[in-house]
T-cell receptor, first 110, second 113 residues
């Protein structure tokens, strides 16, 4: 069962615009959420995280928003750069469990 | 500080064989988790080890097993390989157990023919 879902397998945006990647989860026990970025032939690298006690966390061009009532989180990248082109995974953890979404491939066009 | 290392990077096996993959965590990290990544399923959790004890296990058959040594290095074993086991196997380490931010290795790409 997929407790963490990224419903958009791919996303294409123009350089300089905003990229919004979405993630939904079903398990209300999850209380810590993370985004990872993965380039081809490399392992995922940690990008940004958010605890369930917050609804927003910002780190440079990256902002993660959490809507607990909707069990939804999103990653905003502003402005998007061609180097941001990668697969982005969201992950949710809690109660000694951790689940990943299937990933969204972001392509940023110059 | 060196990152997470995994060996081998690539592996080709045939159905019915068994395979052992190795992971060396970041120095000082005591938790090692294993994941399977396939194009359709994304990252799926296999198991987590902390201080040589399996703390958590995902929904995989008993053919998938692992262990952790006193120096925190971990091995994962898959017996009686099936075609569907072809995937990228990722290892991640963290300081403590239980969902903390993890640092991933480059993965071992396994192809089962």
């Amino acid at each position: 069962d997929q407790q963490v879902k990224q419903n958009s397998p791919s996303l294409s945006v123009q350089e300089g615009r905003i990229s919004i990647l979405n993630c939904d989860y079903t398990n209300s026990m999850f209380d810590y959420f993370l985004w990872y970025k993965k380039y081809p032939a490399e392992g995922p690298t940690f990008l940004i995280s958010i605890s369930s006690i917050k609804d927003k966390n910002e780190d440079g061009r990256f902002t993660v928003f959490l809507n607990k009532s909707a069990k939804h989180l999103s990653l905003h990248i502003v402005p998007s750069q061609p180097g941001d082109s990668a697969v982005y995974f969201c992950a949710a953890s809690g109660n000694n469990d951790m689940r990943f979404g299937a990933g969204t491939r972001l392509t940023v066009k110059p | 500080k060196a990152g997470v290392t995994q060996t081998p990077r690539y592996l080709i096996k045939t159905r019915g064989q068994q395979v052992t993959l190795s992971c060396s965590p970041i120095s000082g990290h005591r938790s090692v988790s294993w994941y399977q990544q396939t194009p359709g399923q994304g990252l799926q959790f296999l198991f987590e080890y902390f201080s040589e004890t399996q703390r958590n296990k995902g929904n995989f058959p008993g053919r998938f097993s692992g262990r952790q040594f006193s120096n925190s290095r971990s091995e994962m074993n898959v017996s009686t390989l099936e075609l569907g086991d072809s995937a990228l196997y990722l290892c991640a380490s963290s300081l403590a157990a239980g969902g903390e931010t993890q640092y991933f290795g480059p993965g071992t790409r396994l192809l089962v023919l």
